[in-house]
Every structure is written in structure tokens, then in C-alpha cells.
């Protein structure tokens, strides 16, 4: 079978179209024909060698849509492996698809049969592949994590990456109030074509902390950290939240007195259990919602894919057609 190979670090031109043999179910495992996956940023990471327990070679990928090879039934597949029994945190030794095991970039993966789920009908492929992970980390952050209400409002910095457009999507569902931010007037373009209420350039405007109420915003969900999660502490109201799923920024030195004086809630979260992932599938179910997919790149074209996520130029998912 063809698949996306990563034989040593060094960044996305290190990524190689292969023949390698089609994986082989081992117990509890099942079969699916890939027919489309999904770039995370995760993926760029293991390219560059900035991601733990990299082993190679190895195929990449950990969002993935299909046809599951014993019933020929469309599917999804759930990227978190090993989640374990408490619903609050991940278990010891639990993993994601792509690293360090074989991951959806290429024609077949065997996975457990317990994270295959039926496609949600009204998507396509290659919508379906753009949602597992990011749809994954971005529910468990707004609402088990995040407790997210309907009229509240919520702070998305840095609009644009998978997960924080997933956040959009779910919290104008969950009748939420959005504040996004980016420094791309045409990102913002695209995140008010998708719902959000009000859109601010950072770039333009670096104090935009000041341009929103003191108090204004409920909840924070932010994968950005660095003086983003400063400016954001200013301007949640006493007794809101602030959930963390990332660090793009790095390390982040705070003002510890907006903490305890508000009464503030800071959560963290990565990935999402079972139960997540399946409600996760039925919110985008019964709104019927829609990914915002950037581009969607051949197989050939794996490397063009990879660098265009690297250079944080997409908004929303960059997919694989896998063929």
C-alpha cells in the first residue's frame, strides 16, 4: 500500500510517499480503507523532531475517515488510544494515532475496534477526516472541561489553527457569545463567515486586551499561552474560566493577583476520553456541523501540505486525499 513515511527528522521535506506492506489487525484491531486524513500541527512537530518518544520510521497521521474493511460501512476514527477508565485524565502509557504507532497517512491502518464510529452522513470524506483530533480537544476543552454555557461569552485567541476554529464552531452552537482574535484581517474575514460576534487584530491593535470590557468575558480558551494568557486574565469576569490545550507562545509568567482576587478557574486539558469523542460526533450530528477545511492536497502533494501548516498560512483543517 502507499503511505506517508517519515524516516528522520528535519522538518516536512523529510515526509516520503512509500509502498510499505498493509498492516496486519492484531487482537481487539480492525482494518479501515483510509479514503481521506488530516493534518495536526503535531504532525510538523514530529517532522522537526520537537515532539517525545519519536520513533522511526514511521507513517504519520492521526485524523482519519474511511471504509471499515469487515463492513464496508463509512467511518470516523477516534486518534485517542488507551484513554483508560477515568474520564478525567488519560491513563499511563496512553497514546495517539501517528506516534508512535502507524498512523492515517496511507491506504489502510489498523486500529481498535472500539475507536471506529460511523460518519456522520451529512460529510463528506474529507470533512469527516478534518474532524477526530482537533474536534476531539476542542469539545473536551469547551465543555467538559470548560463547562461552557448558552449566552455566555467566550474569548478564541489566535483563530485559525483546527482546534480553535472547532471551538468557534461548537460554541455558536452551544449559544455563545465569540471574541476571536488573530493577526490576519483574512482570517477574521473567514471566523465572522463561520459565526463569530466580534473579530480583533492583534497585530494592529497589541493592547486589543483594552478594546473588551473589563468582566466581558466568561470563558478563555486559548492554545497560545505567552503574554496572550496575561491580556486574557485582565478581562474575565470574577469567578470565569481560563482552559489551556497548548503553548505555541511557551512559557507564560502571569500575574498571580487576577487569579485568587476573581476567584478564577485556570483548567488544563489534552485530547479527549471515549465519551468525549462521542459526544463530540453527536453535537456535529444534530447541528450538522461543518469543518472549515483550508485546502485539501494529494497524497503527492504531502510535503506542500505539511509546509503550509508549519507556516501557520491555513484556517481550518489541510486534508489528505488519500487514493
Not at 97 to 104: A, E, I, K, N, V
Not at 149 to 161: A, H
Not at 209 to 231: A, F, I, P
Amino acid at each position: 500500500m502507499k503511505a506517508v513515511r517519515l524516516d528522520e527528522v528535519g522538518g516536512p521535506q523529510k515526509l516520503r510517499l512509500e509502498e510499505i506492506a498493509r498492516p496486519v489487525p492484531g487482537q481487539g484491531e480492525t482494518l479501515v480503507r483510509v479514503r481521506a486524513a488530516a493534518f495536526n500541527r503535531r504532525d510538523v512537530f514530529i517532522t522537526q523532531g520537537l515532539y517525545p518518544g519519536i520513533a522511526l520510521p514511521r507513517t504519520l497521521g492521526s485524523d482519519g475517515a474511511g471504509v471499515h474493511e469487515d463492513t464496508d460501512a463509512e467511518v470516523v476514527i477516534d486518534p485517542m488510544l488507551g484513554w483508560g477508565d477515568d474520564p478525567k485524565r488519560w491513563a499511563d502509557g496512553a497514546s495517539i494515532l501517528g506516534m508512535p504507532h502507524d498512523g492515517t497517512f496511507a491506504q489502510y491502518v489498523a486500529v481498535p475496534r472500539a475507536n471506529v464510529y460511523p460518519k456522520p452522513l451529512h460529510l463528506s470524506m474529507e470533512e469527516a477526516a478534518a474532524i477526530p483530533l482537533a474536534g476531539l480537544t476542542a469539545y473536551r476543552a469547551l465543555f467538559t472541561r470548560g463547562g461552557v454555557r448558552s449566552g455566555e461569552t467566550v474569548l478564541i485567541p489566535g483563530i485559525g489553527g483546527g482546534v480553535q476554529t472547532f471551538v468557534l464552531l461548537f460554541a455558536k452552537a452551544a449559544g455563545a457569545r465569540t471574541i476571536v482574535t488573530s493577526g490576519s484581517d483574512e482570517k477574521l474575514e473567514r471566523a465572522r463567515a463561520l459565526g463569530a460576534d466580534v473579530t480583533i487584530n492583534y497585530a494592529a491593535n497589541p493592547e486589543w486586551q483594552k478594546t473588551l470590557k473589563r468582566g466581558e468575558v466568561d470563558l478563555v480558551v486559548d492554545s497560545s499561552g505567552g503574554d496572550t494568557l496575561n491580556k486574557a486574565l485582565s478581562i474575565v469576569r470574577p469567578g470565569g474560566r481560563l482552559v489551556l490545550y497548548g503553548g505555541t507562545r511557551l512559557e507564560a509568567t502571569i500575574r498571580i493577583f487576577p487569579i485568587f482576587w476573581n476567584h478564577l478557574d485556570i483548567l488544563g486539558t489534552s485530547m479527549g476520553s471515549p465519551q468525549d469523542f462521542r459526544a463530540m460526533l453527536e453535537l456535529v450530528t444534530q447541528h450538522e456541523i461543518r469543518p472549515a477545511i483550508d485546502h485539501v492536497y494529494s497524497m503527492d502533494d504531502v510535503v506542500d501540505a505539511a509546509e503550509r501548516l508549519a507556516r501557520s498560512d491555513q484556517f481550518g483543517k489541510v486534508v489528505l486525499r488519500i487514493e
